[in-house]
T-cell receptor, first 110, second 117 residues
């Protein structure tokens, strides 16, 4: 089974609102990454948070990691229509393959 | 090139034919992954190459699927006797050795959209 599972599976918001997506995983990890995918093609790396970090920011993105709950959240503030995409979390254990969740489809309505 | 290059970008093949998909990783990247993504679905891990280590083939769905990586660079994913359920986007990703992935994540190609008719 996939290590990371995102929820919700789909999210629709108005432009300007904040979008929050969550990711849960089952086993201990080295780091957790969030990716964006447009139009069903390549993924773009957004942000990586290590297991010893609790929060990380990059522009309008804020990622939190709670290792006790084995969960992470991705917050996109002041959303834009261009943020419409699928968002995936990926978990990484040392010397083991990266595994992805099934993603959250975000729609930002102008 | 500056990114991960995959070819062809689109491939339509008849059921039963063999296909080869190519991935050109970023120069110097020692880790290379192949994933498959069916329409509207998440990424399904297929195979992972890391340097000179034996590849992790645990995600290959059947013995019709194979992959190789020559000279630690270009990788080819081969699907023999294609079936309609093989239709998907096949994505390749690469990174520097493990430490690079820990710092920078993986760089994905744009994928090959395979349609088996």
């Amino acid at each position: 089974s996939q290590q990371g599972e995102e929820d919700p599976q789909a999210l629709s918001i108005q432009e300007g609102e904040n979008a929050t997506m969550n990711c849960s995983y089952k086993t201990s990890i080295n780091n957790l990454q969030w990716y964006r995918q447009n139009s069903g093609r390549g993924l773009v790396h957004l942000i990586l948070i290590r297991s010893n970090e609790r929060e990380k920011h990059s522009g309008r993105l804020r990622v939190t990691l709670d290792t006790s709950k084995k969960s992470s959240s991705l917050l996109i503030t002041a959303s834009r229509a261009a943020d419409t995409a699928s968002y995936f979390c990926a978990t990484d254990k040392k010397n083991q393959k990266v595994t992805f969740g099934i993603g959250t489809k975000l729609q930002v309505i102008p | 090139g500056a990114g991960v290059s995959q070819s062809p970008s689109n491939k339509v093949t008849e059921k039963g034919k063999d296909v080869e998909l190519r991935c050109d990783p970023i120069s110097g990247h020692t880790a290379l992954y192949w994933y498959r993504q069916s329409l509207g679905q998440g990424l399904e891990f297929l195979i992972y190459f890391q340097g000179n280590s034996a590849p992790d083939k645990s995600g290959l769905p059947s013995d019709r699927f194979s992959a190789e990586r020559t000279g630690g660079s270009v990788s080819t994913l081969t699907i023999q006797r294609t079936q309609q359920e093989d239709s998907a986007v096949y994505l390749c990703a690469s990174s520097l050795a493990l430490q690079g992935a820990l710092n920078y994540g993986y760089t994905f190609g744009s994928g090959t959209r395979l349609t088996v008719v």
